[in-house]
């Protein structure tokens, strides 16, 4: 099955300052990568997502960037603000025979310290 | 988009009862699924709860624990069986929403179970 490697586990940035977070899948068949944003106590919360036949994808301050022969994916946050501070989870998915599951990375708690 | 409601939202219960948790979506939707989330930790995946059939289990769970239904295609229920103080999480409903295999998928607010 899928398995999704999420790095690196806790990123701390000035604000106004960008952050990086990258992710690595296994299954080549996986072809949507969404990113979900976790506030302490809140429901995930789909923040952007990527599917394979784009290598970049953008929505004001967080891009997306896929390289599928590679097999990584990256979430950029430009200009960060103490509001953007969360978990931040990758994931991936087949939506094939494994249609609409999610395998999730580790997450990443991102603090933007003022 | 869809909006997800789940009840209860939290729970404490003793060991060896069960517990069923509800999840209600806002319009018709192709796929769900539970998830849950240990303290700390990432989303796995339980089950997808198929409408008119058995949920589909993933490796580690078994449907005699974690008994699911889907009676129409906007409500799912989770049933924690037999509870043990491992089994205390978050249990997250997911559904794929707007546009069939290219759909979004949006999550439930959770139920926070603790088991003593």
């Known amino acids: 099955g899928e398995n999704v490697e999420q790095h690196p586990s806790t990123l701390s940035v000035q604000e106004g300052d960008s952050a990086v977070i990258k ?4 299954d080549s068949a996986s072809n949507y990568f969404p990113w979900y944003k976790q506030e302490l106590g809140k429901r995930p919360q789909l923040i952007i997502d990527i599917r394979s036949n784009v290598g970049e994808k953008k929505d004001q301050r967080i891009a997306v960037t896929l390289n599928k022969t590679a097999k990584h994916f990256s979430l950029h946050i430009t200009e960060t603000q103490p509001e953007d501070s969360a978990v931040y989870f990758c994931a991936a998915s087949g939506q094939t025979d494994s249609w609409g599951k999610l395998q999730f990375g580790a997450g990443t708690q ?3 310290t003022p | 988009s869809a909006v997800i409601s789940q009840k209860p939202s939290r729970d404490i219960c003793q060991r060896g009862t069960s517990l069923t948790i509800q999840c209600q979506v806002d319009s018709q939707v192709t796929m769900m699924f539970w998830y849950r989330q240990q303290p700390g930790q990432s989303l796995t995946l339980i089950a997808t709860a198929n409408q008119g059939s058995e ?10 624990k974690f008994p699911i239904s889907r009676p129409n295609l906007t409500f799912s229920t989770l049933t924690v069986s037999n509870m043990s103080p491992e089994d205390s999480s978050i249990y997250l409903c997911s559904a794929l929403a707007g546009g069939g295999i ?7 607010p959770g139920t926070r179970l603790t088991v003593t």
């Open chain 1, 23 to 26: 992710c690595t899948y296994s």
């Open chain 1, 110 to 112: 991102v603090v933007v």
């Open chain 2, 55 to 64: 949920a589909t289990y993933e490796s580690g769970f078994v449907i005699d």
């Open chain 2, 102 to 108: 290219y759909g979004e998928q949006y999550f439930g």
